[in-house]
Nanobody, 127 residues
Framework: QVQLVESGGGLVQAGGSLRLSCAAS????????MGWFRQAPGKEREFVAISWSSSITDSSITLYADSVKGRFTVSRDNAKNTVYLQMNSLKPEDTAVYYC????????????????WGQGTQVTVSS
């Protein structure tokens, strides 16, 4: 089993920054895909960013939703089993509950492919 605990959400003005953290515990390895999804009120859960490392090629991949490219950065500290989401130039439309997710195997932008989830952290961006 894998447990995920997010932190770092809050209220920020438009143009500001926040950094989310997600600490994983349990049976997780560096080859797990880990990343972030978000869900705004009345909307479906959507992909934000993912980080994944291949055990075969020893390469790392990061993937971003078009809506956050150039503003958000996902990073990972495998020694701490922690993934981060640095969010800059925040917009009111970024307001949502942000969820950390993990899955064994390769990355996916489809939330239904992930079987481990954190409890979510609220991010609110005021205009």
């Amino acid at each position: 089993q894998v447990q995920l605990v997010e932190s770092g959400g809050g209220l920020v003005q438009a143009g500001g920054s926040l950094r989310l953290s997600c600490a994983a515990s349990g049976r997780i390895s560096s080859t797990y895909a880990m990343g972030w999804f978000r869900q705004a009120p009345g909307k479906e859960r959507e992909f934000v960013a993912i980080s994944w490392s291949s055990s075969i090629t020893d390469s790392s991949i990061t993937l971003y939703a078009d809506s956050v490219k150039g503003r958000f950065t996902v990073s990972r500290d495998n020694a701490k089993n922690t993934v981060y989401l640095q969010m800059n130039s925040l917009k009111p439309e970024d307001t949502a509950v942000y969820y950390c997710a993990a899955r064994s195997g390769s990355y996916s932008s489809n939330w239904s492919a992930y079987n481990y989830w954190g409890q979510g952290t609220q991010v609110t961006v005021s205009s």
